[in-house]
């Protein structure tokens, strides 16, 4: 039976084996499966909430663990709280990971650690050790996630999370975003793994550390491929036989990043068809990472390469937009060309179309805004009956009555200054409802409501930034080096004209000059966002850099230069807009 994997070479392939070098069985290992609920996805800043455990050996289990945590800073969230049904009153009474996290490491010690999306549960625990200065063991871990991809084909199953694993093999314990539930069924689904990985042969602890995706003997046999690359910031390409560009990619580091292709931590099955086809390695080396941030945006969007995901869906922004209509909608929509109809300046971008329909909503609901998807015309205007929104009072428009577009048009002034920028009637009108539906107890709602609020005011601040950014002529900045040395951008309508590096500030004024002389020239922007204007990720990537640079020098349109404080670029970039947010937030 041929392995749908590669398993990688063992010092002990070309040895003569004794007894004692076989390995040691799966049936003689102890094994603690772990699940952790937490506060949020990031080990540094979110905390954990609850600990489950199960300990086996030989397939029957031989301990649990299972302890609720209260969190000493985070919150947890509404949408985390109906995800896991972990609320504050569950935890109020809780002991601390402090108080925990002793227990568990001695109810796992001398254990292989499983978990499913390992990286994330053993990060966490790692985390909490190193935060509280306890001593982390470094045990063996496997992830069940790697290992079903090697054996349970997308041909058997449509994605490898752990709900959609269990169903498939009928696991007893079903997952329910409880940590002991998870990690009860994470351990049955672990043993239907072992079963499949011993029609292969692999049987004991040592060779299951030896599978390695499919393909990745032909990775190893293009290794070669990363000699010469580098080890300084840039951009580097694979291209096939035929010089055609097949993946893009930048790092700080090219010579660490491109070797990291062809081992065994590169486990994404398309790159493994990519480096397949890979007959070569072009490099652009840049000043700094930054620098390669923007290129490697610049290069995906005019090759598309086939193997980014990003070429894929170059238009993932999302935007709200007021409909060109006698009776103007709210629409979500991705187009350039809707957003060039709209009548008043679109909201957005939103990094989601999920976010983007939920500040809808909301603005639906705040604004006496038509609703409908009905095209109302003036000579039609007579015939329209109400939808259904407007007979339980929730659509304004012809729908609620009103048959003169003047008067509609008044009616909705107030979002048509959000739009334009003002979001004080958002926050009013928000604060308001938040206020009445906590009055009647329905907080979970309220919770919805302050999200979405807040998505639209960080996407519209964003904007700001963005918008700002672009219409300044020139912009000079420095920021600390990734290891050393000064990073310098000349940054000209929101893109990046020019880049340097110097080791020392004392270089700074010459290396100033040089880059503005020899500084790409940038035409200003439009107005609306177009397909020829500065790539708006390109100029969002750009403000986020400003926030923690020091501004050396900038330019607003009448050529005047001023210097700047030390820091915060970006907000005195967006001083020469018109803004307004501040107000709002």
């Not at 049904?85 to 109020?92: F, P």
């Not at 967006?574 to 947010?581: D, F, I, K, N, Y």
Request: hydrophobic share 40%.
């Amino acid at each position: 039976m041929t392995a749908p994997f590669d398993r990688a070479p063992s010092a002990l392939d070309n040895a003569q084996l004794s007894f004692d070098s076989l390995g040691t069985p799966l049936s003689d290992v102890t094994f603690v499966i772990v699940d952790l609920e937490t506060t949020g996805t990031r080990a540094g800043q979110s905390e954990i909430t609850e600990i489950g455990a199960v300990k086996t050996r030989g397939g029957e289990v031989i301990g649990e663990f299972q302890s609720l945590v209260k969190p000493e800073q985070s919150v947890i969230s509404p949408f985390v709280a109906r995800l896991t049904g972990i609320t504050h009153a569950m935890v109020d009474d809780a002991p601390s990971i402090r108080a925990v996290l002793p227990s568990f490491l001695e109810f796992s010690i001398g254990a292989v650690l499983v978990a499913h999306n390992a990286p994330f549960d053993i990060g966490f625990l790692r985390s909490a050790c190193e935060r509280l200065d306890y001593h982390w063991p470094a045990p063996t871990v496997l992830d069940t996630v790697t290992l079903a991809r090697r054996v349970v084909g997308r041909d058997e199953v449509r994605n490898h999370k752990l709900s959609t694993l269990a169903a498939h093999f009928g696991t007893e314990a079903a997952p329910d975003h409880r940590a002991l539930s998870d990690a009860r069924a994470t351990g049955e689904l672990l043993h239907h793994l072992f079963e499949r990985f011993g029609g292969y042969g692999v049987t004991t602890l040592e060779e299951l550390s030896t599978v390695r995706q499919s393909g990745w003997a032909k990775r190893q046999s293009k290794s070669h491929l990363a000699r010469g690359v580098p080890a300084e910031p840039g951009v580097y390409m694979f291209l096939d036989g035929t010089r055609r560009v097949l993946y893009i990619g930048k790092s700080g580091n090219m010579a660490r990043r491109v070797r990291g292709y062809f081992n065994a931590s590169e486990n994404r099955g398309r790159m493994a068809e990519m480096i397949t086809a890979a007959q070569e390695i072009s490099c652009l080396p840049c000043a700094h990472a930054l620098e390669a941030e923007v290129r490697e945006i610049r290069l995906i969007g005019e090759l598309a390469p086939p193997y980014n995901r990003r070429s894929k869906n170059p238009d993932r922004n999302s935007w709200i937009v007021l409909s060109d209509e006698l009776f103007p909608r709210l629409s979500v929509v991705r187009a350039n060309s809707a957003i060039e109809r709209s009548p008043a300046p679109p909201l957005g971008p939103f990094r989601s179309r999920k976010n983007a329909q939920a500040v809808k909503e909301l603005l639906d609901t705040l604004y006496p805004v038509k609703r409908c998807t009905a095209n109302i015309t003036k000579r039609n205007l007579g015939e329209h009956r109400p939808c259904v929104s407007a007979q339980v009072g929730q659509c304004g428009g012809p729908c609620s009555g009103i048959t003169d577009p003047d008067a509609y048009q008044d009616s909705i002034s107030d979002l048509v200054e959000l739009l334009t920028g003002d979001l004080s009637s958002l926050q009013r009108l928000a604060s308001a409802r938040m206020q009445r539906l906590a009055g009647e107890a329905r907080y979970e709602t309220a919770a919805e409501v302050r999200d979405a609020m807040r998505s639209a005011v960080a996407t519209a601040s964003r904007a700001e930034e963005v918008t700002a950014l672009r219409g300044v002529p020139e912009l000079v900045a420095v920021a600390p080096g990734f290891e050393s040395g000064w990073d310098l951008a000349v940054i000209r309508h929101g893109r990046l004209a020019n880049a340097g590096h110097v080791t020392s500030r004392q270089g700074l004024s010459e290396s100033v000059t040089a880059l503005r002389s020899t500084a790409e020239w940038v035409p200003a922007p439009g107005p609306l966002p177009r397909e020829t204007d500065s790539l708006p990720e390109e100029t969002r990537l750009l403000a986020g850099w400003l926030e923690t640079a020091e501004l050396v020098s900038t330019s607003v349109q009448d050529g005047v230069g001023w210097s700047l404080p030390r820091t915060g670029a970006t907000s005195h970039a967006r001083s020469s807009g018109a803004v307004r947010l501040g107000d709002a937030v």
